[in-house]
C-alpha cells in the first residue's frame, strides 16, 4: 500500500525527496495513452514506446539542439498520412520520452509531472498523426 501510496504522490508532484524514476514516467505516458479517444488509440498498437533518461548526440545533432535537456519527447517514424501499402522492412514508430529533460522542466515550471508527461506524450502521438499544434492542443483537451 505504501508503494501505491508513493507512486501516486510522486506522479501528483509530491516527491518526497525522490525524483520519479522511469518506471513512473512511463506508467503516466501509458495511462495518457488510455484516454485517448478510441480512434486515435487504433492507430497507436504498433507504435513502441520507451524512456531513456537523454537524447544521445546523434539524435540531438541531427535535430539541431545543443543541449539534452532541450528534448523532452520524441516521436521516430513517418506520419500515418505519408505511409504507404508499399512500404516494407521499416523500423517500427517509436515514441522516446526523455526522463532528464522532463524532470528538468517539472522542475523549472512546477507543472504537474502527469501533467508535463501527458502534454509530451500527446505532442508525439500528434507527429505520429501528422497534426498540427491547434490539433494537438485539441487531443490534449480531450485526453484531460
Known sequence: MAGAMSEQA???GD???LAPDAATIEAVGRATIARLPAEFRVHL????????????EETL???GIEHPLDLS????????????????GAMPDRIVLYRRAILE???ETGVRLDDLV???????I?????????DMHALEDAAA
Do not use: C, N
Not at 47 to 56: G, K, L, S, T, Y
Not at 118 to 124: G, K, L, N, P, S
Not at 126 to 134: K, M
Open 10 to 12: 510522486t506522479i501528483h
Open 15 to 17: 516527491t518526497q525527496g
Open 45 to 56: 498498437g504498433d507504435i513502441v514506446f520507451a524512456i531513456e533518461e537523454f537524447a544521445d
Open 61 to 63: 545533432a541531427e535535430l
Open 73 to 88: 519527447g520524441l516521436y521516430h517514424g513517418r506520419p500515418l498520412g505519408e505511409k504507404s501499402s508499399m512500404d516494407t
Open 105 to 107: 522542466e517539472w522542475i
Open 118 to 124: 501527458a502534454h509530451v506524450m500527446i505532442h508525439e
Open 126 to 134: 500528434g507527429h505520429h498523426f501528422g497534426l498540427s499544434d491547434d
